[in-house]
């Protein structure tokens, strides 16, 4: 079992819709948990951060986190087509660090 | 205020030559982090730095793969003798205290 798990999509969206993308983990002492989103021939960008159980909202980007689950998620509002790239989950755990394989989001106009 | 700065940003080597890949972190970070990425494997830590301190090198693949950070601002992995299947993107990343980390440009490898 990885230590992180993504679909790998790839996961199509219309502009303007909401795209939900899910990430599981397996380390219960997971502390904080990241999503960076990776354009295709670059390095990945930090967009989300969240350590508490909720939701963190920060423009158009919500994270959401249930440690009881051990499922983050990123839902991005009014999707756009400069949205589509690979999304990828981190997990950290004291001086562990997870990434996923990463979930590929196609935005269609 | 300048990111992580990686060189070389391509590299292409013939297998059994020695391959040596920089890292400039952001200033003030204390932690450093070297990744492979392959289409294959996806994003693999390979050593984690703290303080200038190897913390955790278990994703180093063997022998053949080594790390230093001699100081704050600088750190190299190399890789003697390169293999065909040490072709990968090689990122560098920093972060403070072990927190949300920044990634370089990268180093596209190439072992021919």
Known sequence: ?109 | DAGVIQSPRHEVTEMGQEVTLRCKPISGHNSLFWYRQTMMRGLELLIYFNNNVPIDDSGMPEDRFSAKMPNASFSTLKIQPSEPRDSAVYFCASSRDRAEQFFGPGTRLTVL
Request: aromatic residues 14%; neutral net charge; contains cysteine.
């Open chain 1, 1 to 109: 079992q990885k230590e992180v798990e993504q679909n790998s999509g790839p996961l199509s969206v219309p502009e303007g819709a909401i795209a939900s993308l899910n990430c599981t983990y397996s380390d219960r002492g997971s502390q904080s948990f990241f999503w960076y989103r990776q354009y295709s021939g670059k390095s990945p960008e930090l967009i989300m951060f969240i350590y508490s159980n909720g939701d963190k909202e920060d423009g158009r980007f919500t994270a959401q986190l249930n440690k009881a689950s051990q499922y983050v998620s990123l839902l991005i509002r009014d999707s756009q087509p400069s949205d589509s790239a690979t999304y990828l989950c981190a997990v950290h755990n004291f001086n562990k660090f997870y990434f996923g394989s990463g979930t590929k989001l196609n935005v269609k106009p």
